[in-house]
């Protein structure tokens, strides 16, 4: 069992940057891919960036890449994401779930995930 705990998120002007952290629960917590997904009302959970298990290998989304970078230190049992660059369209609740490791680097659905977590919200004004 995983718990996942997602903070800093909050509101920001267009261009501004955040950091977002989210703290995970046990001593397995390397050997889980991790992911960022991010929801709006009335929309389906959308695939932000994921990471593997050791952190060697990331993946984002089109409209994230290069503007987002995920990171992750498994000593601390943490996963990152900085957000630079926010445009308003970056406005939405932004959730850190992990997987469990079954021989893919990463992962990008949303099914394909264990454990989530409860969420932040980012708000982006222009």
């Known amino acids: 069992q995983v718990q996942l705990v997602e903070s800093g998120g909050g509101l920001v002007q267009a261009g501004d940057s955040l950091r977002l952290s989210c703290a995970a629960s046990?001593?397995?917590?390397?050997?889980?891919?991790m992911g960022w997904f991010r929801q709006t009302p009335g929309k389906e959970r959308e695939f932000v960036a994921t990471i593997s298990w050791s952190g060697g290998r990331t993946f984002y989304a089109d409209s994230v890449k290069g503007r987002f970078t995920i990171s992750r230190d498994n000593a601390k049992n943490t996963v990152y994401l900085q957000l630079n660059s926010l445009k308003p369209e970056d406005t939405a609740v932004y959730y850190c779930?992990?997987?469990?490791?079954?021989?893919?680097?990463?992962?990008?659905?949303?099914?394909?995930?264990?454990?989530w977590g409860q969420g932040t919200q980012v708000t982006v004004s222009s």
């Open positions: 046990g001593r397995t917590f390397s050997s889980y891919v």
């Open positions: 779930a992990a997987a469990r490791y079954s021989g893919t680097y990463y992962y990008t659905r949303a099914n394909d995930y264990n454990y």
